[in-house]
C-alpha cells in the first residue's frame, strides 16, 4: 500500500485472524482471475471477523507487485465507512508463489494492525525428516 488514507482495527486476537470462508474462495477467485499480474484489495469486517471483501485495481499491472492508486484507495475506505464496517486486511496474490511477503510487501507494510493475505495458486512439496525440511521438485509426468 503506498500510502496510509484509512484506519485499520486491531484484530481481537494476537496471532490469529477471523475470516468468512467466503471471503478466502473470493479471494482465490480474484487471484485465478489475474494469473499473470499481482490481483489486490482491501478487507472489511466488524466484531473481529473479516466479511467484506474489496477488490481493487493493481495500479502497477504488474506480476510481482502491486499498488493501489490513492484515489482508489480512498474511494474504497469511504466505502467501507459507509457500510459501517472496519478495515481489517489487506490482501494480493502472488502468481508465481511464494505464498509468503515478498521484501518489497514487508518495506511497505504500512498498517501494522492488518492481516496482510498473500494467495499464491502453486504447490511446494518437502521432505521433512528430524526437523529437516527439503524442498522437492515436483515434476508433472
Ligand atoms: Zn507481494
Redesign the pocket.
Given at each position: 500500500m503506498d500510502c496510509l488514507v484509512g484506519r485499520t482495527t486491531l484484530r481481537t486476537m494476537a496471532g490469529e485472524v477471523r475470516i468468512r470462508k467466503k471471503i478466502l474462495e473470493r479471494m482465490a477467485e480474484e487471484a485465478s482471475r489475474t494469473p499473470k499480474q499481482?490481483c489486490c484489495g482491501l478487507l472489511a469486517g466488524r466484531e473481529g471477523v473479516i466479511s467484506e471483501i474489496f477488490p481493487a485495481t493493481n495500479a502497477l499491472w504488474s506480476a510481482?507487485?502491486?499498488e493501489i492508486a490513492p484515489q482508489e484507495l480512498f474511494r474504497i475506505f469511504r466505502a467501507i465507512r459507509d457500510a459501517g464496517l472496519e478495515h481489517m486486511g489487506i490482501y494480493?496474490s502472488?502468481p508465481g508463489g511464494p505464498a509468503a511477503?515478498?521484501a518489497?510487501?514487508i518495506e511497505r507494510a504500512f498498517y501494522p494492525e492488518a492481516a496482510y493475505f498473500?494467495i499464491s495458486v502453486e504447490a511446494k512439496a518437502f521432505e521433512i525428516r528430524e526437523g529437516r525440511v527439503e524442498e522437492l521438485q515436483i515434476r508433472m509426468v
Open positions: 499481482e510481482t507487485e502491486f494480493h502472488h511477503p515478498s518489497r510487501d498473500v
